[in-house]
């Protein structure tokens, strides 16, 4: 049925079935990593984690259902507004945190494109060579910072600016790196096109082995981006209870913390693609033999894995101080990019 | 004399960090796969309502009232316990025993009210301490709850059967008839 919806309209059809497809992915994977998140920090201090709730009293499934009874509770908090906050600002905040961070999925690509009846179909929400490749997510990834500072400017609180201010100095300063990282990486292939990545790493092999400082700079940047911790000056609940969203409850909360995972997810992706071969099968240089459906599934599992890492190092590693975020950000991934970058340079003009 | 605080000075190697940091996530991972590879059984958490921690030995935990094996009581209201309590949640009423029978020993005393304020009591121990009887036991029960106060108000026979299920013996109350009593014989010997 699909392939004869898709011989109707072809471009229309599979552009629809992309986005669906896409959102769906990001918004059902989500959940499920809240999930991971507080059974894999249990598991990892030796706790067990929430386990009670129980769907019609009795399927406990390993705690999923905490999941569903966490969404229904969101949904049915009563939704409240400070009154001294700014309610415009305030209402457009969590879409604002939430958007960015969706959006940034459109041009990772999950899969080898195919070719199907003439048309080339290809597996991301924006085909390659439009001129923006993988400048885009960078930039909207820039966005999210607007997410942190309209929710903690408007909540009207001063935990919550702190938080903000915080988190958007720690994000701004951490961009740079990032940034300067990436470059090393578009001198390297030529060029910014995330399919164009991906098959310089087909044919060459991994960045993450041709450039582990690059990969290195960019990870850690990474975390700081998705203000997760060793990074998460947003929050800091030990000094200025919940930072940014103190004021935030019901389903505002809810897609606020969405967001934070949809950002990992995204994140994730990014990674994948720039240095870890996209979805290329390790092991192996064929690229054209590939099942469509066998590259999609080694893109599913390195974005997995990158995933429970993110979850991994926030139960592992403690909070920086202000003062020691900075010093790294400046002082240390900043100069680590700049040489990353001239070595690279060096190199490729030998 | 001042006293001087050496600083800590870390070697280039602990400066790099990110063994360091490897270092705890590899820490981390072998929390994490050895938690996940115990049975639920063997963690550190004791489920509680479904698993129950063994008390150790010498806890004090809810009376019992210690009975003969014919089910008749072995306390024989003499009010050590109550004067030893501390937190005066005891309160007897003694009357005398008509129907003797062969295992009480002969005593002629037992107690008509027995009762224990759940709420009052503070669980030292004083009254096991003054029995001369051994009638009255602190043992390892500590789920005490209600919904009312009233009912934590055990009287004598709540306090004989507090244990009646854990130990599998019968619960004992005022309409249980015990068993004749042997033929009395006072001269022996």
Request: with cysteine; hydrophobic share 50%.
């Amino acid at each position: 049925m699909i392939l004869g919806i898709l011989s109707l309209a072809p471009e229309l059809s599979w552009m629809l079935i992309k986005v669906l497809v896409c959102i769906g992915f990001l918004m059902l994977l989500a959940p499920p990593l809240t999930w991971v998140e507080r059974r894999g920090s249990a598991m990892i201090q030796d706790r067990i984690g929430p386990n009670r709730a129980a769907l019609f009293g009795k399927i406990k499934i390993l705690g999923l259902a905490h999941v569903l009874a966490d969404g229904l509770k969101f949904f049915f908090k009563e939704d409240l507004i400070p009154k001294d906050a700014n309610r415009a600002l305030f209402w457009i905040a969590p879409a604002l945190a939430f958007i960015p961070a969706l959006l940034g999925f459109a041009v990772i690509p999950v899969g080898r494109s195919f070719e199907l009846e003439g048309t080339t179909y290809h597996l991301s929400l924006i085909d390659p060579n439009n001129g923006m490749g993988l400048l885009y997510p960078l930039a909207i990834g820039g966005l999210a910072v607007y997410g942190v500072l309209v929710a903690a400017w408007s909540s009207n609180n001063k935990w919550s600016i702190l938080g903000g201010m915080r988190a958007s100095a720690q994000m701004v300063s951490y961009e740079l790196g990032l940034g300067l990282s990436v470059i090393a990486l578009f001198v390297t292939v030529g060029g910014y096109d995330p399919h164009q990545v991906i098959l310089d790493q087909v044919q060459h092999g991994w960045y993450l082995w041709r450039q582990p400082l690059g990969f290195l700079v960019f990870f850690v940047c990474q975390f700081a981006e998705t203000n997760r911790l060793p990074f998460d000056f947003a929050e800091g609940e030990s000094e200025i209870v919940a930072g940014f969203h103190t004021e935030f409850g019901s389903m505002k909360f809810g897609l606020m913390g969405l967001a934070e995972y949809v950002h990992i997810i995204v994140a994730s992706a990014l990674i994948v693609t720039l240095y870890l071969g996209g979805w290329s099968i390790p092991f192996s240089r064929d690229g054209d033999s590939w099942p469509v459906l066998a590259t999609v599934a080694s893109f599913l599992a390195k974005l997995l894995f990158l995933c429970w890492v993110f979850v991994w190092v926030r139960w592992t590693l403690p909070r920086f101080r202000y003062d020691q975020l900075m010093h790294i950000g400046w002082k240390i991934m900043f100069p680590l990019s700049l040489i990353n970058l001239v070595v690279n340079a060096w190199w490729l003009t030998r | 004399m001042a006293i001087l605080v050496k600083k800590v000075q870390l070697s280039w190697w602990d400066r790099l960090y990110f063994p360091a940091v490897l270092k705890g996530m590899w820490v981390t991972f072998g929390h994490f796969i050895r938690q996940l590879l115990t049975p639920t059984s063997k963690r550190f958490t004791i489920q509680y309502p479904e698993m129950k921690k063994e008390m150790p030995e010498g806890y004090r935990g809810l009376h019992e009232l210690k009975q003969f094996e014919d089910g008749s009581i072995k306390c024989v209201a003499c009010f050590m316990c109550q004067e030893a309590c501390p937190a005066r949640c005891i309160t007897i009423e003694a009357e005398e025993f008509s129907d003797l029978n062969f295992t009480q020993g002969y005593e002629e005393k037992r107690p008509k009210i027995f009762k224990i304020d759940m709420l009052r009591c503070i669980y030292c121990g004083m009254c096991e301490e003054a029995c001369p009887k051994d009638a009255i036991w602190l043992r390892k029960d500590y789920e005490l709850a209600a919904y009312d106060r009233l009912s934590l108000n055990y009287g004598k026979w709540d306090l004989m059967n507090t244990y009646a299920v854990t130990d599998g013996k019968p619960v004992q109350s005022e309409d249980n008839e015990l068993p004749p009593s042997p033929p009395r014989n006072f001269v022996t010997m």
